[in-house]
């Protein structure tokens, strides 16, 4: 295994904490999605992957892990061009203003991003939000300085899954995939390390998977970022 020398990390569910910061926000849209009908509201958020027993968002689902397309699909699948058009950017400005400023940061990981960035390593996030939404968010938790770069759904060809958000900033950093770690919370960010050729796919429990749904795909699982410096450093 190569050397590794740059970090992509997804960031709900990884960098911030998903049900705090998405709940709020997902159900906002989704009582707009249903006319102002607080059952058929519901309804949409369980279709989405709600669980309102568990009062969390189910692993891999469209909310947890998808795109503000797929979101929308889900909900209006009766929706012309046009009307998907302008629904998923209503959908992008929403959560890029209202996830932004709901975010919450995960413990411990503001002195892991600046251990990880003193120590050398190339930081960026990969995410199924939107790119405008992921820089709102670094810049709300206050670490933009410590990222190269930010990659939205809408930045590259194919979202996660797909490997290219890997393969796009190991472009710009002038790396291989295989000297880039993918850390994240749920199996697209496995899938998308594994797709990529990723040199470490690093799991972590702090969002929506969990250890059963992640091991398959990962190299190593951990409880957070938090225990991310040690664990290269010890590597």
């Known amino acids: 295994m190569m050397a ?3 970090i992509l990390f997804d960031k709900d569910g990884t960098l911030v904490d998903f049900n705090a910061t998405w709940f709020a926000v ?10 102002g009908d607080r059952a058929e509201a519901n309804v949409l958020m369980e279709r989405a992957g709600y669980d309102f027993a568990a009062g969390k968002f189910r692993a891999d689902s469209v909310f947890a892990a998808g795109t503000n397309a797929e979101i929308v699909d889900c909900w209006y699948p ?3 061009a046009t009307e998907r058009r302008e629904r998923v950017a209503h959908f992008d400005e929403v959560t890029a203003v209202e ?3 709901r975010a919450v940061a995960l ?3 503001i002195d892991a991003l600046s251990a990880l960035h003193a120590s050398g390593f190339r930081l960026a996030v990969a995410t199924n939000d939107s790119t405008q939404g992921a820089e709102r968010t670094l810049a709300t938790l206050g670490v933009s300085q410590l990222f190269e770069a930010a990659y939205g759904y809408d930045a590259v060809a194919n979202p996660k899954p797909a490997p ?3 393969v796009a900033f190991a472009d710009m950093a002038g790396l291989k995939p295989s000297e880039i770690a993918m850390v994240g919370d749920n199996n697209h960010d496995m899938e998308t390390g594994r797709a990529a050729g990723a040199g470490l ?6 969002g929506t998977g969990t250890r059963a749904t992640l091991e398959p795909l990962a190299h190593v699982v951990l409880g957070s970022i938090a225990e991310l410096p040690g664990y290269l450093n010890g590597r």
């Open 78 to 80: 009766l929706a012309s």
């Open 164 to 166: 290219d958000v890997i």
């Open 4 to 6: 590794i020398k740059a």
């Open 201 to 206: 796919r690093v799991a972590v429990l702090s």
């Open 26 to 35: 997902g159900d906002h849209l989704a009582l707009e999605a249903a006319g």
């Open 99 to 101: 996830g932004a400023a």
């Open 107 to 109: 413990p411990g990981i």
